[in-house]
């Protein structure tokens, strides 16, 4: 499989057209498209991108050497939503969820113990409401 195929395999793994997995990376639907065929080969700095973008192994992209994917634990994940959510600081819901959490981390660990039988008891609620029990 060549670079170009495995770029098509990312895009079609992910669900994107030509047109969105171009958007993602900051080029254009031909450009993906000359990729895919293999009529243009992609920049390190295409291929950068992609990996970045998508969360690609960049040995599987170059060389079609382990996971397509990388494996990336919770906490990994949490600080990447958070990086980004930093980048769109005009929309209300990441104010209020940014106002929540520094004033969650303001209180005292009594308090947060408090706040965390909170949210873990709704959480029970609305799996026992999506989970009836079978009876």
Excluded: H
Aim: contains cysteine.
């Amino acid at each position: 499989m060549s670079v170009g195929e495995r770029i098509k395999a990312i895009r079609k793994a992910c669900g994107k057209t030509q047109q969105a997995f171009g958007d993602a990376v900051g080029l254009k639907r031909n450009t993906i498209a000359t990729y895919e065929i293999g009529q243009v080969q992609p920049s390190d700095r295409t291929i950068a991108d992609i990996c970045r973008e998508f969360r690609v192994s960049e040995l599987w992209l170059r060389e079609g050497e382990g996971d397509m994917f990388l494996q990336i634990d919770e906490n990994q994940e949490l600080v990447e939503v958070l990086t980004k959510v930093e980048f769109e600081r005009d929309s209300p819901l990441v104010d209020l969820l940014t106002s929540a959490l520094k004033a969650y981390y303001k209180l005292d660990d009594s308090a947060k113990a408090v706040v965390n039988q909170m949210i873990d008891s709704t959480l029970q609620e609305i799996s026992a409401k999506k989970n009836p029990p079978d009876g």
